[in-house]
C-alpha cells in the first residue's frame, strides 16, 4: 500500500518468509539458508541484501556475475542524472499504445517484453529500499552475511559486446568521448590501447568491468568493511564448445562447473567437448559452493586455500584450467572504473 515497483523483490521475500515457515519439513535448517543467483538473480541477491524487509531471512549470499551499487531510479524524482521510476513507466504505457494501467493490463505480455523500455530493475520508493542500494552498503546497513562474489573474464562474448566495435582509432576516439567525456584519455591508458589492434580487447575489457567485474569487488569491499568475510572469484576457464576460441569464458559459463552438471543434456551444450579438465573443475567448484552453504566457508578437504578478501591485497581465487590464486584483480581497470562511477551527473 505504501510503495510502487518492487514487487518481485517483495515476492523472493515472500518465498524466503515460505522457507522459513516450511523448511524444517524438509529436514532443513531455518538458521541455514543461503540465496545465490547469476546475472539478474545475482541483481536480485544484491538487493534482497539491501532491504530491511528480509531481515533474518538468509545467512549467507552467491553474488555471480551481477550487482547493483551504480546509480539507480528513485520513484518520483530525477537524480544524480537518472530518470524516475514514474516517468520511466509513463514513457512505457505510451510506448506499448496504451493511455491508461488498465489498458496496460489488458496487453498480452509477449507484446510487453517487446515493448522498448521493459524494466527490471529496483526502484527507491523509500520503503522496500530506503535508499540507493550502494549508499546502503556504504552505511554498512546490509545484512551482515558472508558472501562469494564473483565474474567471468570474458562476460561480454555473448552479451552482443562484440558487435558493431570501431576498426578506427578516430572511430574508437569519437565513441570513448561520447561515453568518457574528460575522462577518455585515461580509458586509453587503463585499458592500454595503442593502435587499431587492441580496440576489441580494450572494450570487451570494459564491458566486463563496467557490467559485472567492478560491481562485485565493490561488493566484496563493502562486505569486509562492514565485517563478514567475502570470497571474491574470477573464471576464466573457456567450456569447450565449438566457438570456445571466440566465447572463451563467456557470461554466465561458469553455472554448469558450479552445479557439477557438465553434459547432463543440455540442448544449449551440443557440440561440448568435456574433459577431464573440465569435470575436475566441476567437482571442485561445487565443492566450494557446497561446503559455504553448509558452513559460511568455501574451503574444504582436497581443495586449494581459497582466501578471504581483504582490503589490503584483495586476494581472489582464479578458476582456470588450474586453480590458482592471486591479488590485486584488474585493480588498474576497476580503479577506472570506480572514477567513472564517482563522477558528478546533471
Keep these: 500500500r505504501r510503495t510502487s515497483g518492487n514487487y518481485g523483490v517483495l515476492d523472493q521475500i515472500a ?13 532443513g535448517d531455518r538458521g541455514r539458508v543461503t540465496i545465490g543467483g547469476e546475472s539478474a538473480g545475482s541483481w536480485s541477491v544484491n538487493t534482497l541484501l539491501a532491504t530491511p524487509f528480509s531481515a533474518g531471512l538468509f545467512h549467507r549470499a552467491i553474488g555471480e556475475s551481477g550487482g547493483r551499487f551504480g546509480r539507480g531510479a528513485y520513484l518520483k524524482i530525477d537524480r544524480d542524472g537518472v530518470v524516475s521510476a514514474e516517468t520511466i513507466g509513463a514513457n512505457f504505457v505510451k510506448a506499448a499504445g496504451v493511455d491508461s494501467v ?16 521493459f524494466r527490471t530493475q529496483e ?20 545484512h551482515k552475511v558472508p558472501v562469494i562474489v564473483g565474474s567471468n573474464a570474458d562476460e561480454m562474448t555473448t552479451l552482443g559486446g562484440g558487435a558493431n566495435l570501431p576498426t578506427t582509432m578516430e572511430e574508437f576516439r569519437k565513441r570513448i568521448a561520447t561515453q568518457y567525456g574528460d575522462l577518455a584519455r585515461d580509458f586509453e591508458q587503463a585499458y592500454g590501447v595503442k593502435s587499431e589492434a587492441d580496440i576489441a580487447r580494450a572494450l570487451l575489457a570494459a564491458g566486463r568491468d563496467t557490467t559485472f567485474s567492478w560491481h562485485m569487488r565493490t561488493w566484496a569491499r563493502h562486505t569486509v568493511t562492514a565485517g563478514q568475510r567475502a570470497y571474491l572469484y574470477l573464471f576464466s576457464h573457456a567450456p569447450p564448445s565449438p566457438r570456445a576460441s571466440e566465447l572463451r ?5 561458469e553455472i554448469p562447473y558450479v552445479f557439477n552438471v557438465l553434459g547432463i543434456g543440455d540442448p544449449r551444450e551440443e557440440g561440448f567437448a568435456y574433459t577431464e579438465v573440465d569435470r575436475r573443475l566441476a567437482d571442485q567448484m561445487s565443492s566450494y559452493w557446497a561446503s559455504f552453504i553448509t558452513r559460511g566457508d568455501p574451503n574444504g578437504p582436497g581443495l586449494p586455500k581459497w582466501p578471504a578478501f581483504d582490503l589490503k591485497t584483495e586476494p581472489h581465487i582464479e578458476f582456470g584450467e588450474t586453480i590458482r590464486t592471486g591479488t590485486a584483480l584488474f585493480t588498474t581497470l576497476l580503479d577506472f572504473q570506480e572514477k567513472v562511477q564517482n563522477q558528478p551527473r546533471r
Design 15 to 27: 518465498a524466503l518468509r515460505w522457507v522459513q515457515r516450511n523448511i524444517g519439513a524438509f529436514r
Design 102 to 117: 488498465a489498458a496496460l493490463r489488458q496487453v498480452p505480455f509477449e507484446t510487453l517484453l517487446a515493448v522498448p523500455g
Design 123 to 142: 526502484t527507491i520508493d523509500g520503503l522496500v529500499l530506503p535508499y540507493e542500494i550502494r549508499d546502503v552498503f556504504r552505511q554498512k546497513l546490509q
Design 249 to 253: 569464458a563467456f557470461h554466465a559459463a
